[in-house]
């Protein structure tokens, strides 16, 4: 049985690589460590161990957010979840989670956030007629 899920997190710096055949893989690291709100400091801070999890973007995927995404981006990922082990370089073993197949969208900044200005966008009472030069989207 498969794991389906969605996460929301920050992003490590995306790794650009290709295969021996020439296909283009994006490698992503997505911080999504759950936060809490101290009520004492009344600051965020982190509610457990850090939580990484891992995604590949491939072909076109990669291609296309391989210019976007950046380090410090928040994205949206949605994919099956997977657990992976490896071997570290001191020869220990080693477990990760990982998006496979995974799907991401990139979360706005908030200075990227606008809202529509429709009060120059629409006519106002007594300016019938009158519309602006521009459309509004």
């Known amino acids: 049985m498969t794991c389906e899920t969605t996460i929301e997190g920050t992003i490590s710096e995306p790794t650009i690589r290709y295969t021996q055949t020439g296909k283009t893989l994006l490698e992503l690291g997505i ?42 981006d928040r994205i949206i990922a949605t994919g099956t979840l997977a657990r992976e082990e490896f071997t570290r370089n001191d ?7 990982l998006l496979r197949f995974p799907k991401i969208a990139i979360v706005p900044k908030k200075h990227d956030q606008q809202t529509p200005n429709t009060q120059a966008a629409y006519p106002t009472q007594g300016q019938q007629g009158q519309f602006p030069d521009t459309p509004p989207f």
């Open 91 to 97: 020869g220990s073993k080693g477990e990760k989670l």
């Open 31 to 72: 911080a999504c460590t759950p936060r809490r709100k101290n009520k004492n400091t009344n600051q965020w801070e982190d509610d457990g161990a850090p939580l990484w999890i891992n995604a590949t973007l491939w072909d076109d995927d990669a291609d296309r957010y391989g210019d976007l995404l950046h380090k410090g």
